[in-house]
Nanobody, 127 residues
């Protein structure tokens, strides 16, 4: 069982930066693939980024490549999402997710593959 708590959201102007954090409980955090997803009003939850258990494999949605960076500190049971050059279209509730995925890239990028979710943190980017 893993419990996830996100923090770091807020209001920022376009072009600005935010760093999201996701603190996880559980002694097996280091074994989990960790993902970030987001959901804007009226839209489906979409994949943003993911990290394999040892950060050896990192995955990004095309819309955030070159702007967002996922990282994790297994000693602190925390995964981060550094978001730079933010755009108004990045406005959404951002969710942290975890699972013991082995898995294919498509599975890692699919919200349905994750069993554990945080409560979400709002990110609003003003133009």
């Amino acid at each position: 069982q893993v419990q996830l708590v996100e923090s770091g959201g807020g209001l920022v102007q376009a072009g600005g930066s935010l760093r999201l954090s996701c603190a996880a409980s559980g002694r097996t955090f280091r074994a989990y693939t960790m993902g970030w997803f987001r959901q804007a009003p009226g839209k489906e939850r979409e994949f943003v980024a993911a990290s394999s258990w040892n950060s050896g494999n990192l995955y990004y949605a095309d819309s955030v490549k070159g702007r967002f960076t996922i990282s994790r500190d297994n000693a602190k049971n925390t995964v981060y999402l550094q978001m730079n050059s933010l755009k108004p279209e990045d406005t959404a509730v951002y969710y942290c997710a975890a699972d013991l995925l082995p898995a294919t890239t498509s599975q890692i990028m699919s919200a349905g593959s994750y069993d554990y979710w945080g409560q979400g943190t709002q990110v609003t980017v003003s133009s």
